[in-house]
């Protein structure tokens, strides 16, 4: 990981398995009631990767790829961090 990264592989999994939990909560999904989303996704586990932003190193983005959620299109959940394990943020972006 190049330098500027200061999350530890521990809080990376961590963030992992919190965001995997979040995706399908009710609750984590009212806090931001702007943001569109399904009832319930099926993440790829074998695909979910991390976003790093180089002018904010206390933030990761996990990006989870999931299943099919329309006849054509799957999504992509991101769960934004900040270096405590707060959650900052949630979205979700089909892929058309």
């Known amino acids: 990981m190049p330098?500027?990264?200061q999350f530890s592989d521990a809080e990376l999994q961590?963030?992992?398995?919190?965001?995997?939990?979040?995706?399908?909560?009710?609750?984590a999904w009212r806090?931001?009631?702007?943001?569109?989303?399904?009832?319930h996704y099926t993440p790829i586990l074998r695909e979910i990767d991390?976003?790093?932003y180089p002018p904010d190193v206390?933030?990761?983005t996990v990006v989870i790829p999931t299943t099919h959620i329309g006849p054509r299109h799957r999504a992509l959940i991101y769960v934004t961090f900040d270096h405590f394990g707060k959650i900052?943020?949630?979205?979700?972006?089909?892929?058309?």
């Not at 806090?31 to 009832?39: A, E, N």
């Not at 943020?89 to 058309?96: R, S």
Request: hydrophobic share 40%; glycine share 0%.
């Open 14 to 27: 961590r963030d992992k398995q919190v965001a995997i939990i979040a995706m399908n909560s009710p609750d």
């Open 58 to 60: 206390n933030k990761v």
């Open 3 to 5: 330098m500027w990264i």
């Open 31 to 39: 806090r931001f009631p702007k943001h569109q989303h399904q009832r």
């Open 50 to 52: 991390f976003c790093f």
């Open 88 to 96: 900052l943020n949630m979205a979700e972006t089909p892929e058309i």
